[in-house]
C-alpha cells in the first residue's frame, strides 16, 4: 500500500506492522522515523543492517520468534535493505505478528525491484518513497527552526547553509544544531557567524574538485578551493586525480 510523506502522520500506524521506506533522502527518512514512530512505539527498537541479517539467518529469526513474557510490542529497523531478503520479509508478514514492527530503509528502489513490489501489492503493508529534498523545502526547514529558537536569520544565511551542506538534510540539521547552540542568549546570527562556525570542507571530495574545473565551472571550482585546507599530499592526490582522468579522455578520443 503507497503511502505518501505528508499522509503519514494522519495514517493509523498501529494498524500496520510493515513499512518499508525508500529513497535517495535517508535524513528525512530517519526523520520521520523519529518524529511518527518512535513516540508511538512504547518496546524495543533493535536496528539490523542488511547483511547481518544474511550472515546470520537463524539468529535473526530467533530475535523475530522468540518473544519473551517481559516484551512489550517489538520493533526492527533494517538498513539498507534490498531484493536479497524478500522472501524472509514475505514469511514474516504472511505470519501476521501482533506485537512486531519492521521498518525497512533502502537507497533509490527501481520499479522492477521485488522488494518495492511486495511492499506495494499488500494491503497490511506501507510503502513509501522519500524524493530528494528541494532548494525551498530546505529553506523552509531552516527558516521554521530558527524561528523557534527566536533567532533572527537572513535569507543570505540560509543560502550559505545550504550551499556548504550540499543540500544534505542531515547536514544541515548537525550545523543549525551547531549554529543555535553558539547562539544561546541571543537573539541574531551574523553572516560573519556562520563562515566561521560551519565547515563542512570535508564533504568536497578531490574528484569532485577536478570534475568542476574540467567542466570549466570557474565559480564552483573556486568555492571548492575556499573550503578546502589542501596539504601537500592532497596536492598530490589531486595532480593523481587530473592524470587519472586526462587517460579515461584520452581512450574516448581515441575511439571516438
Known amino acids: 500500500m503507497l503511502i505518501k510523506i505528508n499522509e ?3 495514517f493509523e500506524l ?3 506492522n510493515f513499512y518499508l521506506f525508500y529513497g535517495e533522502n535517508i535524513g528525512l527518512i530517519d526523520e520521520t522515523i523519529n ?3 518512535k513516540p508511538n512505539f512504547l518496546g524495543n527498537i533493535i536496528r539490523y543492517d542488511e547483511n547481518e541479517i544474511i550472515n546470520n539467518i537463524n539468529a535473526f529469526n530467533e530475535e523475530i520468534y522468540n518473544q519473551s513474557f517481559f516484551d512489550n510490542d517489538k520493533v ?3 538498513n539498507r535493505g534490498s531484493d536479497r531478503i524478500v522472501k524472509l520479509i514475505e514469511e514474516i508478514i504472511n505470519k501476521n505478528f501482533k506485537d512486531l514492527k519492521i521498518i525497512i530503509k533502502s537507497q533509490v ?3 522492477k525491484s521485488k522488494l518495492r513490489n511486495l511492499f506495494e501489492k499488500k494491503n497490511n503493508t506501507v510503502i513509501t518513497p522519500f524524493y530528494k529534498d528541494t532548494h525551498q523545502l530546505l529553506t523552509l526547514l531552516i527558516r521554521n527552526f530558527f524561528k ?3 533567532l533572527a536569520i537572513s535569507n543570505e544565511i540560509i543560502n550559505l547553509i545550504i550551499e556548504r551542506s550540499r543540500n544534505n538534510r542531515i547536514d ?6 551547531k549554529i543555535s547552540q553558539y547562539a544561546i542568549n541571543k537573539n541574531q546570527i551574523f ?3 556562520v563562515l566561521k562556525l560551519t565547515n563542512l570542507s570535508q564533504n568536497y571530495e578531490i574528484s569532485e574538485l577536478v570534475n568542476q574545473n574540467l567542466s570549466k565551472n570557474k565559480k564552483k571550482t573556486i568555492n571548492i578551493l575556499n573550503e578546502n585546507s589542501l596539504n601537500t599530499e592532497d596536492n598530490i592526490l589531486v595532480l593523481k586525480t587530473y592524470l587519472k582522468k586526462f587517460k579515461k579522455l584520452k581512450i574516448l578520443k581515441i575511439n571516438l
Open 14 to 16: 498501529k494498524n500496520i
Open 109 to 111: 528502489l527501481e520499479k
Open 172 to 177: 544541515i540539521i548537525n550545523e543549525i544544531n
Open 148 to 150: 523557534e529558537k527566536k
Open 191 to 193: 553572516l560573519e557567524d
Open 76 to 78: 526492527i529497523i533494517i
Open 35 to 37: 518524529k511518527i514512530f
Open 8 to 10: 503519514l502522520k494522519n
